[in-house]
């Protein structure tokens, strides 16, 4: 009972490569499986061959027998066990990493991972960039996604592990990750390489909608900009004069920094910050109040001058759809 | 005169088998990769997969000579190991057997470097 707890607790959530959401990250848990039993099959046997050596209390056995063991089950086998385990890995390597030319693209998403968050942007046939997101990515299930991977910064490492394998950013290089989501749902997808204080607090959230969803939600995205509604114009006068918008862009208005997230679609977002506080009223405020404070060595300034009243209309601002 | 002599008196054939492994991998790896990189990524490996399956069939070749030469040293295998007398005949024997394994060895691994062959199609850019 307590052997199967490992397996029967990492089975669930919205980020196991056990609980798969598309096409890759399913055969990779084939793989696992696969290669787990076969696993298991030679511990079986080693252990097995211990325990006859042990019942057979030191009465030697025949040279001539004793080394055929060895050859066949020291050599042999293992070598051939290994070759074939090899052979299955090299030939599912299509399905779990697979490659296709470009125009079978049905979706191109660039994502760059900046310390500690990352950059989504949503590309058009002909690679240009149709607007820009941050730590969230939506994607339509039963499609071919092709997503472009990039850092800016240090190393970082790409993983939605419900929907296909790992890959790492690395600056001045473009990764390319092909993806085929199948589930619609939210999953999640942590940093997972080391890069720098606040690694543990980058994470980003996928969200798997039906295609139709998705073409729809593009649409609203990319057409024009609706201008914040009166009871939030303070909010947005507050955001520019404390200079936010030297480092964040909000489409459609006076703020148009690229050091920091877009934050023109903030207020969708499960968590912000790239999953490090809940995206509510108190966590935004927190946040712009000392960023710092919530992720060690956040590129953020704090921001002690803000008056109360400011604060909270810049985090209504923010949190409001538009 | 002789294709192959009748006795090689040297260490050096200790290590014939594993260097073949060495040059197989990294001649499989390099082309490869500099294929891929420099003349054509995205091209089709079909040439290239040719190529080095003649070099892995060569790589294996040169193997089992060693391996050959090998056992003829270790006396066809009429002797028994351990050969740890401080004798020639013993220090004949003990590389003979040696040699024998490393190119086991080294066989096995040049087949499981030139597996990736298999499957392996073309360049992913
Ligand atoms: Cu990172």
Redesign the interface.
């Given at each position: 009972m307590i052997l199967t707890l490992p397996l029967i607790i990492s089975c669930q959530g919205e980020q196991s490569t056990l609980n798969t959401a598309g096409s890759e990250a399913e055969d990779i848990a084939h793989l696992i499986v696969v290669t787990a039993a076969a696993g298991a099959i030679v511990w079986v046997c080693v252990v097995g061959l211990m325990l006859f050596a042990a019942a057979r209390r030191g009465e030697p056995m025949a040279e001539q027998s004793a080394g055929l063991v060895i050859a066949w089950g020291g050599?042999v086998l293992p070598?051939s066990l290994?070759?074939i385990l090899?052979?299955y890995v090299?030939?599912s390597?299509?399905a779990t990493r697979p490659?296709f030319e470009k125009s079978r693209a049905d979706v191109e998403i660039e994502i760059t991972g900046e310390q500690y968050w990352w950059r989504v942007r949503y590309l058009d046939e002909r690679g240009n960039v149709l607007f820009e997101n941050a730590n969230e990515i939506r994607l339509p299930a039963g499609r071919k996604v092709r997503l472009l991977l990039r850092a800016h910064d240090v190393i970082h490492s790409f993983w939605l592990p419900s929907l296909a394998g790992k890959m790492d950013m690395i600056p001045g290089r473009t990764n390319?990750l092909w993806l085929e989501p199948e589930r619609v749902g939210i999953y999640r997808g942590p940093c997972t390489e080391f890069c720098g204080t606040s690694h543990t607090r980058m994470s980003m959230q996928a969200l798997v909608l039906e295609p139709q969803a998705f073409a729809s939600w593009v649409e609203e995205v990319s057409s024009a900009r609706k201008s914040p509604a009166d009871a939030r114009a303070h909010g947005q006068e507050a955001f520019l004069q404390h200079g936010c918008g030297a480092c964040h862009a909000i489409d459609g208005t006076a703020a148009r920094g690229r050091l920091g997230p877009n934050l023109t679609r903030l207020f969708e977002r499960d968590r912000i910050g790239a999953g490090a506080s809940a995206n509510d009223p108190s966590g935004r405020m927190a946040f712009v109040r000392n960023a710092g404070a919530i992720k060690p060595g956040a590129l953020m300034p704090a921001f002690p001058e803000i008056n109360e009243s400011d604060l909270r209309a810049i985090s209504d601002y923010l949190g409001a759809a538009r | 005169m002789r294709l192959l002599p009748r006795e090689l008196e040297t260490l050096w054939t200790l290590f014939t088998a594993p260097v073949v492994w060495a040059l197989h991998f990294l001649v499989c790896y390099l082309t490869v990769a500099i294929h891929c990189a420099k003349v054509d990524p995205g091209a089709s490996l079909a040439a290239i997969r040719f190529m080095l399956a003649v070099a892995t069939v060569l790589a294996l070749a040169t193997i089992v000579l060693s391996a050959t030469l090998a056992w003829r040293q270790w006396g066809f295998g009429t002797q028994e190991p351990p050969h740890e007398e401080p004798t020639r005949e013993d220090r004949r024997l003990f590389q003979g057997f040696a040699t024998l394994l490393l190119s086991a060895l080294s066989f096995v691994s040049v087949l499981f470097v030139a597996l990736p062959l298999a499957a392996i199609e073309r360049c992913a850019s």
């Open positions: 050599v070598a290994l070759f090899l052979a090299l030939f390597m299509p490659w390319i | -």
